[in-house]
């Protein structure tokens, strides 16, 4: 009886030990953020992005009629996507009272037309994420 728990042992073990993987080529594609007007020629076309978002939301933002001192600290995180045309489209809106909301969008939508990302060769939508604090 021994001998044939050992002969099973065995033939499930090698059945599991020789299974075959599969191997091949394989391609990664690497997703092209949008270009903001001005960093066209920027070796760092990503950091350029990121700092010229960062520049328009400082240099647009403004606190909303209403604001009170309840308001402070409020966080507001606006998800958009540069569209396939390059320009911005808001997804969600989280966060603080509907008007501290609307001013982060309004700052989000005035961002300028851009050119847009793209992955392969054809243009897609990127997602972004920004965090306002009032």
Request: with cysteine; glycine share 8%; hydrophobic share 35%.
């Amino acid at each position: 009886m021994k001998k044939y728990v050992i002969i099973l042992t065995v033939l499930l073990t090698s059945s599991f030990g020789f299974s075959q993987t599969a191997s091949g080529n394989t391609v990664s594609s690497k997703e092209v953020a949008p270009v903001w007007p001005g960093c066209e020629n920027s070796a760092q076309k990503s950091n350029c992005f990121n700092q010229m978002l960062a520049k328009h939301i400082q240099q647009n933002f403004k606190f909303p009629k209403g604001y009170t001192a309840e308001d402070k600290g409020s966080k507001v995180i606006v998800s958009f996507v540069v569209d396939e045309n390059g320009e911005t489209k808001i997804l969600k809106t989280s966060g603080g009272r509907e008007l501290l909301q609307k001013e982060a969008e309004r700052n989000i939508l005035a961002i300028p037309k851009m050119k847009p990302g793209h992955l392969n060769g054809k243009s897609r939508a990127i997602k972004y994420k920004v965090p306002f604090t009032f």
